[in-house]
């Protein structure tokens, strides 16, 4: 994918991002995904979506753009308190209108009614079929994630409610602006709140203040670290998918927490 800074007549100085490898639907998602983050009501802002253009070759997407600095502590504590109104938007099954992306790979978002089910037939076992598919995974450690997707609906069956998601929420992804903190590059659907701060801190960066504000809005269950790998499992998977390296020893390590 390509960025740049233009001027546009009417919008002056915007973001544009433009890529012919891409899925043609795929800033069509990311359009779709800001509009239902914007109109939650949370205080966190995203970046407006000025035009769209698709074509057989890609397309791009023009975004306001937002300007940004190191975030200050009151940042950080306004991100907590934005994240936690985020959250409380809630649909009554999991899932999303539409099927989007997790980075470049197709994330499945089709409704369903348990959180656990969900969490195993559209998040995990995609990604291990494609990873055996591409030849990713060994015998033994297929046969392993086959065990742990059976043992899922039983890890979490500890029945949360759908909240609207960023999905793929790592330091890169938050802007501290003038105006407040602000989100771009969604993942958006409706699941478990949890995993959104496991995304948060499998990669690092965010300050405690953060978490803290959270906290002191809406408190996450005490036993949230206990599904913690679960969750970051999704990413080292698809960061496997995706990039190789370690990533896939860093998954296994994270599986292998929920087997006997």
């Known amino acids: 994918m390509t960025a740049s800074l233009e001027f546009r007549p009417g919008f002056g100085r915007v973001f544009v991002k433009t890529n012919a490898a891409m899925p043609r639907d795929f800033f069509l998602r990311e359009r779709e995904g800001l509009t239902a983050l914007s109109g939650a009501g949370s205080s966190l802002l995203f970046p407006k979506v000025l035009e769209l253009s698709q074509s057989k070759t890609g397309g791009a997407l023009v975004l306001e753009l937002l300007e940004s600095s190191p975030p200050a502590p009151a940042a950080w504590e306004a991100l907590g308190r934005g994240l936690a109104e985020l959250h409380r938007r809630t649909e009554t099954r999991f899932g999303f209108p539409t099927d989007n992306y997790i980075g470049l790979t197709p994330q499945e978002n089709g409704w369903m009614g348990n959180w656990g089910d969900f969490f195993a037939e559209r998040r995990i076992a995609p990604l291990v079929n494609r990873l ?129």
Not at 142 to 150: N, V
């Open 132 to 260: 055996e598919r591409a030849g990713a995974l060994s015998a033994p450690e297929a046969k392993m994630y086959a065990r742990l997707l059976e043992k899922i609906p039983a890890l979490l069956a500890h029945a949360p409610p759908a909240s609207l998601l960023h999905g793929d929420l790592w330091i890169g992804n938050f802007l501290a602006t003038p105006q407040g903190p602000a989100l771009i590059d969604p993942a958006v659907y409706y699941g478990d709140r949890e995993t959104e701060w496991a995304m948060m801190n499998l990669f690092g960066g965010f300050s405690e203040a953060a978490f803290a504000a959270y906290q002191e809005d809406w408190p996450l269950p005490g036993d949230w670290r206990e599904r913690q790998p679960l969750y970051q499992l999704y990413h080292l998977l698809n960061h496997q998918l995706l990039f190789g390296g370690g990533y896939g020893a860093q998954a296994l390590t994270a599986a292998r927490q929920y087997l006997p």
